[in-house]
């Protein structure tokens, strides 16, 4: 164990050794680096001050306040209101895009409109009958389609008529 000793002290007493205390090459090279990088910080953009508004129309409406005028064709848009009084038919249940038109009966010269609804349960509709969930209205029966007109939120707090149509589907 003596000599095992003595070989792990020896290069121990080796390695400090090769740790020299010369460093003059690292300080050389930082003072070269030092040297040679001259860094420089850009100028801070001078910004032109921001200049106020003020907003004089005159006359004009102020764009920030609610209109209070309403003109005719928005008066007569206003009164256009679903009729919450009125008995749902059962087709009025179901979104339109999930009711599909799979026929057409002429009987005792009436044009009925077959619709199957999404629990494929076929029903018989007339002009004048409703289906869909925004008060759709059927105003006109061929062999290829059933054309209506819905009444629906313009966004602004009123209502507006927008035609829809079921197209014959291919069954």
Known sequence: MTALKRTIICISLLNLGACSQDISDLQAFITQTKSAHVGSVKAIPQFTPYESFSYSAGDL???FVAKADIDD?????SLLNPDSSRPKQPLEDFPLDSLSMVGLIEQD??????????????????????MGQNEGRISNITESSIS?????????????EQDASIAMSGE
């Open 148 to 160: 209506l007109v819905e009444i629906v939120p313009d966004g602004i707090g009123g209502y507006i």
């Open 73 to 77: 064709e928005s008066t007569k848009k």
């Open 61 to 63: 409406r102020d764009p």
């Open 109 to 130: 010269e009436q044009q009925w409109g077959l619709i199957k609804d999404p629990q494929n349960v076929v029903h018989r509709v007339l002009v004048g009958d409703y």
